[in-house]
């Protein structure tokens, strides 16, 4: 929910809050959290210094959606 901050996960459900501090507990059995994503890639510099050229796709890229990833992945592939 835009404009609101998680406060708590509770047996009853999750608790929120607005701009203003009022908070709202929403009734759910189950609470699945995304709270977005970062490329995360450790390997291109150590394999930079190691081959002639290295091809970052993918989430390591910018988290993204598969069909994405797919799409670099085919483009690379091609291009090599």
């Known amino acids: 929910m835009i404009g609101h901050k998680l406060e708590r996960i509770t047996k009853e459900g999750v608790v929120i809050a607005d701009k203003d501090s009022n908070e709202t507990t929403i009734p759910a059995d189950y609470v699945v959290v ?3 994503s970062i490329p995360c890639n450790p390997l291109e ?3 930079k210094t190691r081959v002639g050229k290295c091809y970052v796709i993918g ?3 910018e ?3 598969i069909v994405d990833a ?3 992945g085919f483009l690379v592939g091609y291009e090599i």
């Open 34 to 36: 995304a709270f977005g």
């Open 45 to 47: 510099e150590e394999l």
């Open 59 to 61: 989430d390591a890229k």
């Open 63 to 65: 988290p993204r959606k």
């Open 70 to 72: 797919i799409r670099e």
